[in-house]
């Protein structure tokens, strides 16, 4: 047989192109639509006509919907107590319900041992961190994605028998969190934290942590992480400061810490240095007025102003131009070459505030003096002003314009640390996902510069650094000598080393104020959770882990420095691949943001809310007036109706489905409502399957894949072929083709073929024969329901779990788990894999959509069944259709199939359509069909294969076609041809049929 070469060719795609093909069924379907909805209206008018009475059986009708909409959860599961396995109705209920199939699962999850990760196993070990969120976070898009993908993975290895750890951890975020605490403690006291003081402005924090803090770890449980909390941390906990203290001591000993003046990012609302990851920049592109935190009136931006110094005994003057008016007011001097002997000192002193000083150079122009910056203006220096582009540097936590300012801080040197971080990508230690990011790290680390890491905070780690004040110094200020510092894990050990290090001198010691950045914690997490500086049994089986998994954003801020710490402190990578998941934006493609409605809280898509909520939780923000307008009117736009209750499932599998976006993705929220549609499909296949398994069906222990029944034998090949792209997928982390490959199998291949045409064979009477057909085909389907559960598993945990649960288990069985999520994920059995029947298949399914093509185009109600000829140009291509009559009757919705062969000619009457050149389809309509409208569509088919013949022609008889155009191509292009010369005889001889009846007709 040669069934393999049958299915569709190039040369049918240029006569049929597949988009052109959808739309013609969608126009059809939407014709099919009107037509319906026409019929209804028409009854609906004979009914009134006929009064206002109903018919009984419209009674009837009604009275049943009535009962059925009333009892949609007719069997409600009995309630589970706390932390035991779900409790679940011996029925399904009708309809899926995320909130009802989501309860109790994840208790019970969390105290069975399912998450616990074992040091003294002696399996693989597969290892992730969560990024730590911050303590003062709350549950975000970004947080939702991150999560569906790591939770994905973790179930898959675990399932995939790997030893898994998914660390949770919570990051103190220093800044954010003394931000939050010292709004609280004005709002309630009106105290700021230098009326409190250092110790219980820190008590306080720690307060409000106890309190508040770590709420987005809860919110994980809602989305189904499966973290193993047993070894839950804090970044300022005892075990992760001592780590701290002591990459912090040992990277000051090796020379790689430092003190020093440089240049730093100064927030003077905050009054600390802050890091590059935390200044937004702005581009402005014109005179711009902007609100200044501190500052009651809108400061200029974007404005380059001239002014002049005038030279002392009337020289001249000099012309400054720049974009920050106000540090004229601290000029004292101008410097000019040694050899030039003109030269001013200026002397001012104004006690205002720097922005104030943008309206000096207007001040010095006019011949008032202002009493509000003192007397002693001088006149006549301003020159004019000029729009300038800039990009202006605010703090991403205050909203303060930020200064470049020259300050004493602790500094790591970063050079040699990121040469090797390069090095470790350039020779496989460290993979990075997807490779484009490669470029950027690799451009990041070459130039890197050395990192601030102090602060001059409160809330966090403090310097393990002390300032030791020697009796005579000559400048008592402290820090002012660079090489008085000592180093120490304690105060004992700074002794002991100030003693060293100054012997015989009198001294008192100091510690530094300043704080850590929280970046510099952070990027030792993927050893300090492990227990390090402690040589722990979870240091030596979970380190180096396996994988970081965060967001391209933070690339270079949190994952370079865990590499680069890694790499130094522990002589190894901290993981072996980073994968970088897109930023989430609206389906617009907008960034999230409050001020304009878009921000979408997966908890609200999960539980869902009406249009009423998402306004109400725009009022408890901080927009202003107008803001708040705009923002509503984009939720508006947005949601008219709020968001519909999707459930968790449902949200994960969207997330994770859009990681083929690039860097973003534009969130569709209907996309997630789709996917909750899904899951009743889903729910409805199970159903199905209990309701004709039966109360007595035993899954069998072997199944014999020989004597299946055709229809078995593809889904099981089908489903191979699924598990194959699934696994592959994954492992390559390609998670949108591996939910493509999940869903399309369910979707297309389980759901939409295989059930519709095993219907028979279960509602068929129990003879010798079909009994022994209706027993091969249960035990097929609960494989595949078993196997096709476990294949979606790490993407949709809850609805799987329940689904499983539910299934018949063999008594006894103890291969079967407790859990799905213990189970074995599936792997491709060799004896399911027929390509062959999947080959049969690929025929049978164009045959099925032609016929479908037609029954649209003469808009056939689902209840008439019409007669279907398939007039087959070859005996093999005819043996396929004829041994799988059945399967395409039942799956086009037809009364009889009959396959001819090519000297047997349809019955006159018939539409026709053109599967390809070996097959056309036929089918019965007497009294449906035109002759005069048939043969008008066969001559424009006859017509566009003549252009494409004529082409394809004139394309191989150029001049030295034979001699330039590659073997390949030739053998493509006459097999387009000979193609189309058959459909071309398909035409003919369905012209021939419809001239018949034509002249019959007449």
């Not at 049978?844 to 109600?861: A, C």
Request: proline share 5%.
């Amino acid at each position: 047989m040669q069934v393999k070469e049958m299915p569709q060719a190039d040369g049918e795609k240029e006569e049929y192109p597949e988009k052109k093909k959808k739309k013609e069924e969608k126009a059809r379907e939407k014709e099919l639509k009107k037509l319906k909805a026409a019929q209804k209206a028409e009854a609906a008018k004979a009914q009134a006509e006929k009064g206002s009475q109903p018919s009984k059986k419209a009674e009837q009708k009604a009275a049943k919907k009535s009962v059925s909409d009333e009892n949609q959860e007719e069997y409600p599961d009995p309630p589970t107590p706390l932390g035991e396995k779900k409790r679940l109705a011996p029925e399904m209920a009708k309809a899926y319900n995320p909130s009802t199939v989501e309860t109790a699962w994840y208790q019970w999850w969390e105290k069975s041992p399912f998450f616990v990760a074992d040091a003294n196993s002696k399996k693989r070990p597969f290892v992730i961190v969560l990024p730590p969120p911050n303590v003062t976070g709350a549950l975000h898009i970004g947080h939702g994605l991150m999560s569906a993908i790591e939770d994905t993975i973790i179930r898959w290895r675990r399932m995939s028998g790997y030893n898994t750890l998914w660390v949770p951890g919570m990051d103190h975020a220093g800044i954010a969190t003394q931000v939050v605490v010292e709004k609280k403690i004005m709002r309630d006291r009106g105290l700021t934290r230098h009326d409190l003081g250092r110790e219980k402005f820190v008590a306080e924090v720690w307060k409000w942590k106890e309190e508040y803090g770590g709420t987005i770890l809860n919110q994980e449980r809602r989305l189904g992480a499966t973290l193993d909390w047993s070894r839950e941390c804090f970044t300022m906990d005892e075990k992760r400061s001592n780590a701290v203290t002591e990459a912090f001591v040992r990277l000051y000993k090796q020379g790689l810490i430092y003190r020093d003046h440089r240049l730093v990012n100064w927030d003077c609302v905050l009054r600390t240095a802050i890091s590059d990851i935390e200044v937004d920049y702005i581009d402005i592109n014109k005179r711009t007025l902007r609100k200044v935190p501190g500052y009651k009136n809108p400061v200029e931006f974007g404005v380059l102003t001239s002014f002049a110094y005038p030279l002392e005994e009337g020289l001249g003057e000099i012309v400054v131009a720049t974009t920050r008016p106000e540090t004229m007011l601290g000029d004292t001097a101008i410097a000019v070459h040694p050899t030039d002997q003109r030269y001013m000192h200026l002397h001012k002193k104004f006690a205002i505030h720097p922005f104030d000083g943008r309206k000096l150079p207007i001040i010095c122009d006019s011949e008032l003096v202002n009493p509000e910056f003192g007397t002693g203006a001088v006149k006549g220096l301003y020159r004019g002003s000029v729009d300038n582009e800039m990009r202006l540097g605010t703090c991403s936590r205050s909203d303060d314009v930020v200064e470049p300012m020259i300050k004493p801080q602790w500094f790591v040197n970063c050079s040699d640390m990121g040469r090797e971080a390069c090095e470790a990508v350039e020779d496989g230690r460290l993979e990075i996902i997807p490779k484009q990011y490669e470029a950027e790290w690799f451009r990041w680390l070459r130039n890197i510069r050395d990192w601030c890491i102090s602060r001059q905070l409160w809330w966090g780690h403090r310097v393990p650094a002390w300032y030791a004040s020697l009796e005579d110094d000559s400048y008592k200020e402290f820090g002012f000598y660079n090489d008085h510092w000592v180093v120490g894990r304690n105060e004992q050990e700074a002794v002991d080393e100030a003693n060293a290090k100054f012997p015989g001198k009198v001294y008192h010691i100091e510690q530094d104020p300043d704080v850590l950045d929280t970046w510099f914690s952070s990027g030792l997490f993927p050893f300090s959770v492990m227990g390090w500086p402690e040589n722990t049994a979870d240091m030596k089986t979970f380190y180096p882990t396996s994988l970081l998994e965060t967001g391209h954003d933070i690339l270079f801020f949190w994952v370079a420095r865990m590499v680069m710490l890694g790499m130094k402190i522990t002589g190894s990578v901290p993981f072996k691949q980073v994968y970088l998941h897109p930023m989430v934006r609206d389906a617009h493609g907008r960034k999230m943001s409050k001020s304009l409605g878009n921000v979408i809280d997966p908890l609200e898509v999960i539980n869902g809310i009406k249009l009423e909520g998402l306004h109400k939780r725009l009022e408890q923000g901080n927009l202003d007036r107008n803001e708040l307008e705009i923002a509503k009117a984009g939720q508006v736009k947005d949601f008219p109706n709020g968001i519909t209750e999707c459930g968790t499932d449902a949200l994960r599998f969207a997330l994770v489905a859009y990681t083929a976006q690039s860097d973003k993705i534009n969130l569709d929220i209907q996309r997630v409502v789709g996917y909750r549609h899904w899951c009743n499909k889903l729910w409805n296949a199970i159903r199905f399957a209990m309701l004709n398994l039966g109360k007595d069906f035993v899954p069998c222990k072997d199944l014999n894949v020989g004597s299946l029944p055709f229809g078995c034998k593809w889904i099981l090949t089908a489903l191979n072929k699924a598990i194959s792209k699934t696994v592959t997928a994954m492992e390559a982390y390609e998670f949108s083709d591996a939910t493509s490959a999940v869903y399309s199998w369910w979707q297309y291949q389980l759901c939409d073929v295989f059930i519709e045409i095993i219907k028979p064979a279960m509602s068929a009477d129990d003879n010798s024969t079909s009994a022994e057909i209706k027993q091969s085909t249960r035990d097929t389907l609960w494989i595949c329901l078993d196997t096709g559960l476990r294949l979606l598993h790490p993407f949709m945990p809850f609805v799987t779990e329940e689904l499983w649960q539910r299934l018949p288990q063999r008594p006894g069985d103890a291969s079967r788990k407790e859990s799905i999520m213990i189970s074995d994920y599936p792997a491709a059995v060799e004896e399911w894999t027929n390509d062959d029947i999947e080959s049969q298949m690929a025929l049978i399914e164009l045959t099925v959509r032609s016929i479908r093509s037609l029954r649209m185009t003469y808009l056939l109600q689902p209840k008439q069944r019409p007669e279907a000829f398939l007039l087959c140009k070859t005996d093999d291509v005819a043996v396929v259709l004829e041994k799988c009559a059945a399967e395409i009757c039942t799956l086009a919705t037809l009364a009889s199939v009959k396959v001819l062969r090519e000297s047997d000619a349809p019955p006159i009457g018939c539409a026709v359509n053109i599967v390809n050149e070996q097959i056309s389809t036929y089918l019965l309509l007497r009294g449906q069909v035109d002759a005069e409208v048939e043969l008008s569509k066969l001559s424009k088919k006859k017509d566009d294969i003549s252009r494409q013949q004529e082409a394809l022609s004139k394309k191989m008889n150029i001049p030295g076609y034979n001699e330039k155009v590659p073997a390949h191509i030739q053998e493509e292009n006459l097999a387009k041809l000979n193609k189309l010369m058959a459909e071309m005889n398909i035409i003919e001889e369905a012209n021939a049929n419809f001239e018949k009846l034509l002249v019959n007709s007449r």
